[in-house]
């Protein structure tokens, strides 16, 4: 007698991502997992499926996992100003003035302004939003989110003032006075001042984020930094069934988050894992915060600036260490990736799978990359950092440096594996753009030809390995998804063309069909596909 299953996939091209690289036509689903996959005709020998479904010999792979990036961020900025692309700060002042959400009560704020983009490369001032609105609040967040410029208003909303608290560098001053820009810890104390959206408002954009992660082919991300209400939220709405999509929730270094999380051990839900916590080293390259061993090459006079004590990141390695708990610090200058390394080496034994990570690791000198193997720490990149920053790159750090810098091919020898993600929403959200970044080393445009330093650039299947089943195994959930294997959970998209076979210049333009999240369609494109 046949065994009744819920889902006979058929007709498709199944890139199964298991160790073998095992590319089947047909997948079996039974209650939300995958049961097998096969050829059609043996399948249907062993089980009696309640619906089939024709993929018209489309490209089917396990649901993309972002392995690095702000779903509650994305969330929250949805109602913000899109900044992003602006070539000028007269068109982010043009860009605030004709955004139709702003509201007469309200903060004004926007996200996505990058200096390296205009003419005169360097920070704006706040004179022109003091002038524009004296009276209202403003927070403009550079595009990597380390630093902000803020007007007046909202400095003084903020408690901030020249004689600040802040570490050195993180407030800028001249002449005596603010000139509205913060970095690091200055930016997230007045970006905290901004008064958030009730729980009804933040749950629908959440939903509206997850929507769009669908939409894009993502069915798991791990949220890089989020407070105990937030992570309470996003738990009662997964329990409730308002978001479907698999969160790997990195925790901030808080209190409280110790006190309800860390020190009760991991927290495993069917799409909730609670089993790390974030730290930063340093700031941005961008912002020229990030901690670097020796000078900026386009200004001496700073060599970025460290976010967390050595003390601090050696007491949340030995708390983790006891409960168990993984260990992922923000690194993206050499000086701090040295610095951090440094501090798991004192914890982590040779052969360790703890799995603790390193996030971005931009910039690593060379004599360093050898650590990353001792500890067996993983270098957890995004792709589309290296497309986005190659145009100014250089100048920050120089035509030596600038050499070891996103070496992704480099750091993925060091243990054989590595996640990938985009960091968005400084990035955009779309995991597509991650592969064709990785494997092009190249914008949408197609520059530079050949690729920037395609030395390192990714191979394929590597590049496709670290979007799911690597970054399933970064946050230990390689047995749960992350392939289309036997007892793992049926997250699996469909793509008009197949980005394995497809020259890597088209892949930018490839559309996700469908996504599927624990055996349930969560996403159609209505206008592409029939089933």
């Not at 954009?205 to 939220?233: I, M, Y």
Request: glycine letters at 6%; a negative charge; aromatic letters at 8%.
């Amino acid at each position: 007698m046949k065994k009744h299953v819920d889902t006979l996939v058929t007709n498709a091209r199944i890139y199964t991502i298991d160790d073998i690289n095992q590319v089947a036509e047909a997948m079996v689903i039974n209650q939300g997992k995958v049961v097998s996959t096969g050829l059609t005709e043996d399948l249907l020998k062993i089980y009696e499926p309640a619906r089939k479904l024709d993929a018209e010999g489309k490209t089917i792979f396990p649901g993309f996992i972002d392995a690095h990036c702000h779903f509650y961020g994305l969330a929250l900025g949805l109602r913000w100003i899109d900044l992003v692309g602006c070539s000028s700060f007269e068109e982010v002042v043009e860009r605030i003035s004709l955004a139709d959400t702003i509201q007469e009560d309200a903060w004004i704020t926007g996200r996505g302004w990058d200096q390296n983009l205009w003419k005169v490369k360097e920070f704006p001032d706040k004179n022109v939003l003091d002038e524009r609105w004296p009276d209202r609040p403003v927070v403009l967040v550079r595009i990597d989110g380390h630093s902000v410029l803020a007007n007046q208003e909202a400095l003084d909303r903020a408690g901030i003032t020249s004689d600040h608290h802040f570490s050195n560098g993180e407030v800028e001053i001249v002449h005596g006075k603010l000139t509205g820009i913060l970095s690091e810890t200055a930016a997230d104390h007045i970006r905290n001042a901004i008064p958030k959206p009730d729980r009804e408002a933040t749950l629908d954009l959440l939903s509206e984020a997850q929507e769009l992660c669908f939409s894009l082919g993502l069915t798991g991300v791990s949220d890089a930094g989020l407070d105990l209400n937030t992570v309470k939220l996003m738990d009662s709405a997964l329990q409730d069934g308002l978001l479907h999509i698999h969160i790997y929730a990195m925790l901030e270094p808080s209190e409280e988050n110790i006190e309800a999380f860390v020190k009760e051990g991991p927290y495993l839900k069917d799409r909730l894992h609670i089993c790390s916590i974030k730290l930063y080293a340093d700031g941005s390259l961008g912002s020229r915060t990030a901690l670097l061993k020796q000078p900026y090459s386009d200004d001496p006079s700073r060599s970025g600036i460290q976010v967390s004590s050595e003390e601090s990141i050696r007491d949340i390695c030995k708390l983790a260490l006891e409960k168990n708990y993984q260990v992922n610090v923000h690194c993206i200058g050499d000086k701090a990736v040295r610095m951090v390394l440094d501090v798991y080496g004192e914890f982590l034994e040779d052969g360790n799978d703890r799995r603790w990570r390193i996030e971005h690791a931009q910039v690593v000198d060379p004599a360093d990359l050898i650590l990353f193997g001792k500890y067996s720490v993983i270098p957890s990149v995004q792709a589309t950092h290296a497309t986005s920053d190659m145009y100014w790159a250089g100048d920050r750090l120089g035509p030596e440096r600038i050499k070891w810098a996103y070496a992704y091919n480099d750091l993925l020898s060091q243990n054989g594996w590595l996640p990938n993600g985009t960091d968005f929403p400084i990035e955009r959200v779309n995991p597509l753009l991650t592969f064709f970044a990785a494997v092009a080393r190249q914008d949408v445009s197609g520059f530079p030809a050949g690729g920037f330093q395609p030395e390192n650039a990714l191979s394929r299947e590597q590049a496709i390995r670290s979007m799911t089943i690597w970054a399933a195994k970064a946050n230990f959930d390689e047995n749960e998804y992350g392939s289309l294997e036997p007892g793992k959970w049926a997250d699996f998209i469909l793509l008009d063309k197949d980005i394995m076979e497809i020259p890597i210049n088209e892949v930018p333009e490839v559309k996700v069909l469908q996504t599927w999240s624990h055996g349930e369609r969560v996403y159609t494109n209505s206008e592409m596909v029939k089933w």
